[in-house]
Protein backbone atom coordinates (compact mmCIF):
# COMPACT_ATOMS: atom_id res chain seq x y z
CA UNK A 1 0.00 0.00 0.00
CA UNK A 2 1.19 3.56 -0.90
CA UNK A 3 1.70 6.13 1.75
CA UNK A 4 2.02 9.74 0.83
CA UNK A 5 2.85 12.54 3.25
CA UNK A 6 2.40 16.62 1.96
CA UNK A 7 4.03 18.90 3.24
CA UNK A 8 4.44 22.72 2.68
CA UNK A 9 1.50 24.31 2.97
CA UNK A 10 0.71 27.77 4.82
CA UNK A 11 0.15 31.25 4.91
CA UNK A 12 0.95 33.60 1.54
CA UNK A 13 0.12 36.82 0.81
CA UNK A 14 -1.84 37.24 -2.40
CA UNK A 15 1.18 37.31 -5.31
CA UNK A 16 2.95 35.20 -2.99
CA UNK A 17 4.45 31.32 -3.71
CA UNK A 18 4.85 28.18 -1.65
CA UNK A 19 6.06 24.94 -2.95
CA UNK A 20 4.22 21.74 -1.56
CA UNK A 21 6.11 18.28 -1.56
CA UNK A 22 4.69 14.77 -1.62
CA UNK A 23 6.72 11.81 -0.47
CA UNK A 24 5.39 8.99 -1.21
CA UNK A 25 6.24 5.11 0.09
CA UNK A 26 5.10 1.88 0.19
CA UNK A 27 4.21 -0.53 -2.58
CA UNK A 28 5.47 1.94 -5.27
CA UNK A 29 4.96 1.08 -8.75
CA UNK A 30 7.42 2.14 -12.09
CA UNK A 31 4.67 2.84 -13.91
CA UNK A 32 1.90 5.14 -12.26
CA UNK A 33 0.72 8.58 -12.39
CA UNK A 34 0.83 11.01 -9.11
CA UNK A 35 -0.84 14.49 -9.17
CA UNK A 36 -2.37 17.33 -6.88
CA UNK A 37 -6.09 18.11 -6.19
CA UNK A 38 -7.56 20.49 -4.33
CA UNK A 39 -10.40 20.72 -2.28
CA UNK A 40 -12.31 23.67 -1.35
CA UNK A 41 -15.47 23.38 1.38
CA UNK A 42 -18.57 23.76 -1.10
CA UNK A 43 -17.00 22.92 -4.20
CA UNK A 44 -15.80 19.45 -5.53
CA UNK A 45 -12.34 18.53 -5.55
CA UNK A 46 -10.40 19.99 -8.73
CA UNK A 47 -7.53 18.50 -10.70
CA UNK A 48 -4.63 20.80 -9.90
CA UNK A 49 -2.13 19.05 -11.93
CA UNK A 50 -0.92 15.88 -12.56
CA UNK A 51 2.67 14.03 -13.50
CA UNK A 52 3.08 10.73 -15.39
CA UNK A 53 6.07 8.04 -14.04
CA UNK A 54 7.34 9.03 -17.69
CA UNK A 55 7.48 12.88 -16.83
CA UNK A 56 4.46 14.11 -18.66
CA UNK A 57 2.31 16.77 -17.24
CA UNK A 58 -0.74 18.20 -17.07
CA UNK A 59 -1.93 21.44 -15.42
CA UNK A 60 -5.32 22.20 -14.81
CA UNK A 61 -6.62 25.64 -16.91
CA UNK A 62 -7.04 28.04 -13.75
CA UNK A 63 -3.19 27.47 -12.65
CA UNK A 64 -1.29 26.92 -16.35
CA UNK A 65 1.76 29.30 -15.75
CA UNK A 66 1.67 30.20 -12.18
CA UNK A 67 1.92 26.06 -11.11
CA UNK A 68 4.47 24.02 -12.04
CA UNK A 69 4.53 19.99 -11.05
CA UNK A 70 7.50 17.82 -10.94
CA UNK A 71 8.95 15.42 -9.34
CA UNK A 72 12.40 13.43 -7.90
CA UNK A 73 12.31 9.67 -8.51
CA UNK A 74 15.59 9.42 -6.57
CA UNK A 75 13.48 10.65 -3.27
CA UNK A 76 10.27 9.62 -4.36
CA UNK A 77 8.85 12.87 -4.34
CA UNK A 78 6.92 15.22 -5.70
CA UNK A 79 6.28 18.88 -5.81
CA UNK A 80 3.88 21.49 -6.81
CA UNK A 81 5.50 24.74 -6.77
CA UNK A 82 2.81 27.75 -6.84
CA UNK A 83 3.70 31.08 -8.04
CA UNK A 84 1.39 33.85 -8.09
CA UNK A 85 -0.94 32.66 -5.71
CA UNK A 86 -4.39 34.48 -6.05
CA UNK A 87 -7.47 34.92 -3.74
CA UNK A 88 -9.31 31.74 -5.20
CA UNK A 89 -6.43 29.27 -4.70
CA UNK A 90 -6.60 28.43 -1.02
CA UNK A 91 -7.72 24.85 -0.35
CA UNK A 92 -6.48 21.56 1.05
CA UNK A 93 -4.28 20.09 -1.41
CA UNK A 94 -4.05 16.56 -1.85
CA UNK A 95 -1.27 14.69 -3.12
CA UNK A 96 -2.24 11.21 -5.23
CA UNK A 97 -0.82 8.27 -6.85
CA UNK A 98 -2.49 5.87 -8.90
CA UNK A 99 -0.79 2.14 -10.25
CA UNK A 100 -2.75 -0.53 -10.97
CA UNK A 101 -6.15 0.43 -10.86
CA UNK A 102 -5.37 1.62 -6.85
CA UNK A 103 -5.56 4.99 -5.95
CA UNK A 104 -3.71 6.51 -2.99
CA UNK A 105 -4.45 9.64 -1.12
CA UNK A 106 -2.03 12.03 1.25
CA UNK A 107 -4.40 13.62 4.29
CA UNK A 108 -3.45 17.22 2.66
CA UNK A 109 -2.27 20.55 3.38
CA UNK A 110 -4.01 23.97 3.97
CA UNK A 111 -2.84 26.47 1.76
CA UNK A 112 -4.31 29.59 2.83
CA UNK A 113 -3.93 33.11 0.59
CA UNK A 114 -4.23 37.00 2.15
CA UNK A 115 -5.19 39.58 -0.04
Known amino acids: QVQLVESGGGLVQAGGSLRLSCVAS????????MGWYRHTPGKQRELVATITSGGTTNHADSVRGRFTISKDNAKNTMYLQMNGLKPEDPAVYYC?????????WGQGTQVTVSS
Open 96 to 104: MHAAVGVIS
Open 26 to 33: GGLFSINA
